[in-house]
């Protein structure tokens, strides 16, 4: 009897030491962030998505378009390679090409989603998906109504195994947005902002699209009272883009969207989003304390726009890896990978390679919000060594050629991006740097007129 006792006693004891050593040890997991695939089956063939007329069909892809089959496939393979074991993907939309609506249909676009849900499906089996729609989804380009239509309901067979719970995919048929709660216990909320975009004919008058903002702000208050952590995620980014001095969103919409973030930050672990196809990140702050971080990852497919004012910049094909601690979901470390696409098409063999490692390569602790913050604040300062990092970065690794310059006025927008997501105070901001800029080359120029009047004088 006794012996059987002290046998229970220390077998009791070992569990607790377990139990409590598992509280000490930081339990980090990882996931993916894959985003703006715009796969182009016409590739060429009648190049559909191509801006430019192209010559040299690389076997991975042309700068001009959009990604064929042999990119799309080899960004989840080099998915799987370098991190196979991952809690979760994060699939932010825009699968469907670029092209005009005439080329497209609920059928091709529906067809497109399935394609790449089979393949994620058959490289990452079990692992879930956390998938949102991104505006060229939609049948016709953008037009998300803000009601049940026959895109949510073909999706949503598409997306069975991923979204399970009746109440959710009522949510989803009805707005194309649910909720799901990890294996971890953090909360995702998975949005269609599309519904917000300037594009969308059918919801700028609207106040609250499809009820998302309601539904949001129920789950977050939700959050807070049985202390969840969420992750939101979605397309279309809120904030202030710099190279259009505008919102991707309807003011109001914007302006509601930050609004609730700000409010609802304890809860906020992060915010992820695609749709610009460019590394970039945001930081909210309240009463000037940083406090949420939206992290843009940067696309799948090479395609630079060209409309006859513009044309945009080129970059590499690239995949997200975020590494999260579970239990308080603090972002710890986030690794981008990218295809070197020039390389990959000379060879015949895709070259993934890691792009970039953030702490160590932007030399911050963590991608908290306040380290987020910090790291905008040394790339404000002029020759920034961070600035022209997250400059070659945020077009994925393009050749120097390639590259674009960004002089002051250009920077000043950037930077003043990373700090204001609203309108107004992003406006403010840029006046303030350009006035700042103007004002030192005032003094440039009085400082070279009074050194040539001394050297006429004096010579
Ligand atoms: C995509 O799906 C369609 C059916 O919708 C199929 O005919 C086609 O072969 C698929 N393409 C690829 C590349 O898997
Ligand atoms: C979508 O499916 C629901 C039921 O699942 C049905 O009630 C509704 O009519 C369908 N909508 C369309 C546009 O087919
Ligand atoms: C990123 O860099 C840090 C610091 O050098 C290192 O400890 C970590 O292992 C790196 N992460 C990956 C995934 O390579
Ligand atoms: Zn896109
Ligand atoms: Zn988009």
């Known amino acids: 009897m006794v012996a059987i006792n002290w046998f229970r006693c220390v077998g009791l004891c070992c569990v607790l030491l377990v139990i409590s050593w598992s509280g000490c040890v930081a339990d980090e997991g990882w996931f993916w962030h894959v985003t703006d695939f715009h796969y182009d089956f016409s590739y060429t063939d009648l190049d559909l998505s191509c801006n430019d007329d192209v010559t040299n069909h690389g076997e991975y892809g042309n700068y001009w378009c959009d990604a064929p089959w042999r990119l799309v496939e080899s960004s989840v393979e080099a998915m799987k390679r370098f991190k196979p074991d991952v809690d979760f993907i994060l699939w932010t ?82 707005g194309g947005y649910y909720s799901v709660v990890t294996a971890h216990g953090i909360r995702v909320l998975a949005l269609n902002t599309n519904l917000y ?37 979605g397309h279309v980014p809120p904030g202030m883009v710099d190279t259009m001095s505008k919102s991707w969103m309807y003011d109001h919409f914007n302006t509601k969207m930050n609004e609730i973030i700000r409010k609802y930050s304890d809860v906020i672990i992060g915010l992820h989003f695609g749709h610009e196809h460019m590394d970039n990140f945001r930081v909210y702050t309240k009463s000037d304390t940083p406090v949420v971080t939206m992290f843009l990852a940067p696309s799948v497919t090479p395609w ?9 910049a080129a970059h590499n ?16 470390n986030m690794i981008t990978y990218y295809m070197d696409l020039p390389a990959s098409n000379a060879q ?4 993934w390679a890691e792009e970039y490692n953030a702490t160590r390569d932007y030399n911050i602790d963590d991608l908290s919000p306040n380290s987020m913050n910090k790291l905008a604040l040394r790339m404000s300062s002029s020759n920034s060594l961070e600035f022209n990092n997250y400059w070659k970065w945020r077009v994925v690794n393009v050749q120097d050629a390639m590259m674009e310059e960004c002089g002051e006025a250009c920077k000043a927008n950037v930077v003043c991006q990373f700090h204001h997501v609203d309108q107004s105070t992003y406006d403010a901001c840029v006046l303030k740097a350009v006035g700042k800029s103007s004002c030192l080359l005032q003094s440039l120029v009085t400082v070279l007129i009074s050194v040539l009047t001394c050297l006429a004088t004096y010579t």
Request: hydrophobic letters at 30%; charged letters at 25%.
């Open 93 to 174: 939309g825009d699968s469907v090409l670029h092209t005009g609506d005439e080329h497209l249909s609920i059928d091709i676009n529906d067809g497109i989603l399935s394609n790449i849900t089979n393949l994620l499906v058959e490289k990452f089996k079990s692992t879930p998906v956390y998938a949102t729609f991104g505006n060229h989804d939609y049948y016709p380009d953008a037009q998300f109504p803000p009601s049940n239509n026959e895109l949510y309901n073909r999706t949503l067979e598409n997306w069975l195994t991923w979204i399970t719970d009746e109440g959710e995919k009522e949510n989803f048929l009805k």
């Open 197 to 233: 975009y300037t594009s969308d004919k059918l919801t700028g008058n609207l106040i609250d699209p499809a009820g998302q903002f309601a539904w949001l702000e129920t789950l977050l208050a939700d959050a807070v009272t049985r202390k969840e952590k969420v992750l939101i995620t």
């Open 304 to 312: 630079r726009y060209k409309i006859p004012s513009k044309t945009g």
């Open 317 to 332: 094909p690239a995949i997200r890896l975020v590494q999260y601690d579970r239990q308080t979901g603090r972002h710890l």
């Open 348 to 351: 015949g063999i895709p070259q």
